[in-house]
């Protein structure tokens, strides 16, 4: 700690983050003995906030429910971490560009010019979604997560109504998607926050069901991928091309290829998809000469997309 002020905002922020914490705990953190931590807490309630002391063998700290914190009440890493999310906020898929933009502002006025610098050295010069949600749907969505309420909307431009237990709000690549259980289907379904036009509250709660796997962003993930079980793609094959080929490709590969070094001249790259036609036409797609390697399936769906080409082709 760089001194006592210093030492009671980090203080104060632990509180607000775990309203219960040991006296020996809050000294540990703080690198004080417990008697200044008991002197600290002395002081903040001197200063109007509402710490309570706990009972037990080891004692300890909570800070009362209702007690009112004042504004950018962060330390040096969490302003900075702050500033930076709302610096890269358009890119979130959330419609809020020009609100993160002012928040941003409003941030950076206050904060020490030390602080001030460390943000303004990230140029970050984000590119927004192609499509944007609504942040007044986004948190009426995540109100009826929160709320464990059956949740009806319109989807899509038709409107088309659902009925759904709504279990998790989940980003990826820049859009938001609502994992449910859909009534009328009878299983887990994705929908997309931006194409979602809530109904009137039904009020009605349910008891959330587990999500396969235990995790929604996995199970997420692994739908978009056409996995039923784990995130992992149902298809994976492999191939052999010369190692210039595959250095020519490997700015286009997804995350997840692998590329395997064979020789100086040949290299392994392989990929997944949710099918072998799509696979065999990914591979297709890079537009260099290859060898299938495995399995079978993948070489038979390459022969068949042969023929098809060739078929189109034909005068």
Same mark, same amino acid.
């Given at each position: ?30 690198? %004080?003995?417990? +008697?200044? #931590?008991? =002197? ?5 309630? /001197?200063?109007?906030? $509402? @710490? &309570? ?91 009826? %997560?929160?709320? +464990?309420? #059956?949740? =009806? ?5 038709? /409107?088309?109504?659902? $009925? @759904? &237990? ?91 290829? %692998? ?57």
């Amino acid at each position: 700690m760089s001194g006592p002020s210093s030492r009671m905002l980090t203080l104060l922020s632990l509180l607000q983050v775990h309203r219960d914490w040991p006296g020996d705990e809050l000294a540990g953190r703080l690198e %004080v003995s417990p +008697r200044t #931590v008991r =002197r600290d807490v002395d002081r903040l309630r /001197e200063f109007g906030y $509402r @710490v &309570e002391a706990l009972r037990g063998p080891a004692g300890g700290y909570r800070l009362a429910a209702g007690s009112d914190l004042p504004p950018l009440l962060f330390d040096d890493d969490q302003a900075v971490a702050i500033a930076l999310a709302l610096a890269v906020a358009p890119a979130s898929g959330a419609d809020i560009a020009e609100s993160a933009a002012r928040a941003l502002a409003t941030v950076r006025q206050v904060m020490p010019a030390r602080l001030r610098s460390r943000v303004d050295a990230v140029q970050a010069v984000t590119a927004t979604s192609r499509t944007t949600t609504d942040p007044d749907v986004l948190v009426a969505v995540s109100e009826v %997560v929160h709320l +464990r309420e #059956v949740f =009806r909307f319109g989807y899509g431009e038709n /409107e088309t109504p659902h $009925r @759904v &237990e709504p279990h998790a709000v989940i980003a990826r690549n820049g859009r938001w998607y609502l994992l449910d259980w859909d009534l009328d289907r009878d299983d887990w379904s994705t929908h997309r926050i931006d194409r979602i036009t809530p109904r009137m509250r039904t009020r009605v709660p349910f008891t959330p069901r587990p999500v396969p796997g235990g995790d929604p962003v996995a199970f997420v993930s692994a739908r978009f991928k056409g996995s039923a079980r784990a995130d992992v793609w149902p298809c994976v094959g492999s191939v052999t091309m010369t190692a210039a080929d595959a250095r020519t490709i490997g700015p286009y590969l997804p995350e997840d290829a %692998v590329v395997e070094p064979l020789s100086d001249e040949r290299s392994r790259v392989a990929l997944g998809s949710w099918s072998w036609p799509g696979l065999a036409g990914a591979f297709a797609a890079f537009a260099v000469d290859f060898v299938v390697e495995g399995p079978e399936d993948l070489a038979c769906s390459v022969r068949a997309l042969s023929a098809r080409l060739s078929a189109s082709a034909a005068d």
